[in-house]
């Protein structure tokens, strides 16, 4: 089955923040379609702007007055319908608190196993990431 990868934009409701341009170019290095989901309340702008980020094909984007705030459950139950809506294979987000405060559940929800704060993307199956407080890299 051909990749196709949903990366979870942050942002602030006017711009993106730019660690998702760095979750876009993981995301388009394990290969196939890349689409991008903007989460928020009053964030049409920030939607209309990530039309133009190069490498995404697609971008999703849910308005509700319940994504006013990043509150993990939420966020991660709107992610999960999106990528079972979506057959999406992988799911990438930045490695911040916001992205942290969803993984997990995220992971449990679709029963897979999150990879946190991936360094390199190999392929479509494998990753690097820090272990050991950072003295050691393990390829997963």
């Given at each position: 089955r051909l990749a196709s990868t949903?990366?979870?934009a942050e942002h602030d409701n006017k711009s993106l923040n730019g660690s998702t341009l760095s979750a876009v170019?993981?995301?388009?290095?394990?290969?196939?379609?890349?689409?991008?989901?903007?989460?928020?309340?009053?964030?049409?702008?920030?939607?209309s702007a990530a039309a133009s980020v190069d490498?995404?094909?697609k971008v999703l984007h849910i308005d509700n007055?319940?994504?006013e705030k990043w509150v993990g459950e939420n966020i991660c139950e709107a992610v999960a319908a999106t990528?079972?809506?979506?057959?999406?294979?992988?799911?990438?987000?930045?490695?911040?608190?916001?992205?942290?405060?969803f993984l997990g559940r995220l992971g449990a929800v679709l029963d897979c196993n999150p990879l946190p704060d991936i360094v390199q993307v190999v392929d479509e199956e494998t990753f690097v990431r820090p272990m050991y407080a950072g003295n050691a890299m393990a390829t997963v």
């Open positions: 949903l990366v979870v170019a993981a995301a388009q290095k394990i290969g196939g379609d890349v689409s991008l989901l903007v989460i928020g309340n009053g964030s049409s702008e920030v939607a490498g995404v094909s007055p319940t994504y990528q079972k809506a979506g057959g999406f294979s992988h799911v990438v987000t930045v490695a911040s608190k916001k992205g942290q405060n």
